[in-house]
C-alpha cells in the first residue's frame, strides 16, 4: 500500500513522516489567481472550477494538501462586506460603523454559515475535492480566527479603541464569532476536511500587545481547538517571539511561523509542538531565482531536521510567485529526505 500524503502529515504530527517533511505550499490565491481556464473571479464563487483550480495546482507543483476555501474573505462578505478584487488578491471594506454608534455594533446581524454567503459553495467544493483525491490527501479549510474575521468586519481601529474603552462588548463579538468559526468548521469536517489552516494576522505582536493578546485572543482560540477533533494549524504574522508561548498553549497542534522567526530559538521555546515554516514567500518564492530558493528552503531543513516540522512559505504565498520556484521547494524536500546532512 502507498504512503499517502495523508499518511505524511499524520505521522509528522506523532513524530516524524516516513520519506519526508510535507510541503504546504500556500497555494490559496495562487492556484485561483493561476488556473489557465477560468478567471479569478469565476473560480471563488464556482465549487467545480476550485476543485479543478487545486487538483492543477497540485498536479502542477507537486505539495501535499488540497484547499476548498478559494480566499480569506468569504467570512466578512457573509455579513454583507464588499470584496474588491485586486491583482495581488481580494480587499475587504468593513461595514460602516462608528465607536458612536456602539448599539449597532453590539446588535450586529451574524449570518448563518449552514445557508449564508459561500459557506454552502466552500462545503460542496470540500466534497468534491475529498472525492476527487480519493481521501488520500490532506484536505485544508483556511478559516481564519475569530480576532482577524471581527476586525475585517468592522474596522481594525475600532476594534482596537473598543478593547480599551468597551472590552466586554468586544469579548462578546468573539464569542459570536467564534461560535459561527466553530459551527462552520465541524460543518467542513463532516465533508471530508481533516485540517484547519487558522491564520490571525491581526493577532500578531506588532499590532496588539502579548498582554492584550491573552485576554482577548488566546481564549477563544482555544475554545476553537478544544471543540474541533481535527488538527489545528496556527498562523500569525511578524515576530511571534513575545506571544510564541501563549500559541503553545493555544492547543494547535501546529505553529506556522514568519519568514522573520529564528526557527531554531522557536524550537526551544515550544520544543513539543510541530512547527511549519518559514521560506520568504517574497525574497525568495516571489522575486528570488530557483537557487534562492533551494538555499532558503535547505536552511529551514538543516535548522530543523525532519521531526515535528512542516516545510512551508513564512506568510501567503503571493499570486505572481513563478512556478519554477515553488516546485523548487516541494523538490528540496523531497531530496533531502530524512537526511540531517546538507546537501552541497
Not at 491564520?199 to 481547538?225: Q, Y
Not at 538555499?295 to 513564512?314: N, S, V
Request: hydrophobic share 40%; glycine share 6%.
Amino acid at each position: 500500500m502507498s504512503y499517502t500524503e495523508n499518511d505524511r502529515l499524520n505521522d509528522t504530527l506523532e513524530t516524524r513522516p516516513k520519506d519526508r517533511v510535507p510541503v504546504i505550499a500556500g497555494t490559496i490565491l495562487w492556484a485561483a489567481s493561476n488556473f489557465p481556464h477560468a478567471s479569478y473571479e469565476e473560480i471563488v464563487s464556482d465549487p467545480d472550477l476550485i476543485t479543478a483550480a487545486q487538483l492543477w495546482a497540485k498536479d502542477l507543483l507537486g505539495f501535499d494538501l488540497l484547499y476548498p476555501t478559494p480566499d480569506n474573505c468569504f467570512i466578512s462578505e457573509a455579513f454583507g462586506c464588499r470584496i474588491r478584487y485586486t491583482q495581488t488578491g481580494p480587499i475587504v471594506d468593513a461595514l460602516p460603523l462608528s465607536l458612536e454608534n456602539i448599539s449597532g455594533v453590539e446588535n450586529l446581524h451574524f449570518p448563518n454559515p449552514g445557508k449564508d454567503g459561500r459557506f454552502p459553495m466552500i462545503r460542496e467544493a470540500a466534497q468534491k475535492l475529498f472525492k476527487k483525491s480519493g481521501g488520500t490527501v490532506p484536505i485544508v479549510a483556511n478559516i481564519e480566527g475569530p480576532f482577524t474575521s471581527l476586525c475585517r468586519v468592522i474596522e481594525v481601529e475600532l476594534i482596537l479603541r473598543m478593547m480599551l474603552k468597551k472590552p466586554r462588548i468586544v469579548d462578546r463579538l468573539l464569542d459570536k464569532m467564534n461560535r459561527l468559526l466553530i459551527e462552520f468548521a465541524k460543518a467542513l469536517v463532516e465533508t471530508g476536511v481533516n485540517c484547519i489552516s487558522l491564520p490571525e494576522p491581526t493577532a500578531s505582536a506588532t499590532m496588539i500587545s502579548p498582554r492584550m493578546f491573552r485576554k482577548f485572543v488566546l481564549p477563544h482560540i482555544r475554545e476553537f481547538t478544544n471543540q474541533l477533533d481535527i488538527p489545528v494549524l496556527l498562523h500569525i504574522c511578524g515576530d511571534t517571539t513575545p506571544i510564541l508561548d501563549a500559541m503553545g498553549e493555544s492547543g494547535a497542534d501546529i505553529l506556522s511561523l514568519d519568514q522573520c522567526m529564528d526557527l531554531a530559538k522557536a524550537r526551544a521555546l515550544v520544543p513539543e509542538k510541530v512547527i511549519a515554516g518559514n521560506v520568504d514567500p517574497v525574497a525568495s518564492l516571489l522575486i528570488g531565482d530557483v537557487k534562492t530558493v533551494e538555499q532558503d528552503a535547505l536552511h529551514c531543513l538543516k535548522t530543523m531536521g525532519t521531526e515535528r516540522f512542516i516545510l512551508m512559505p513564512g506568510c501567503g504565498l503571493p499570486p505572481d510567485a513563478p512556478a519554477d520556484n515553488i516546485k523548487a521547494m516541494v523538490r528540496v524536500a523531497a531530496e533531502y529526505g530524512l537526511s540531517r546532512q546538507l546537501p552541497e
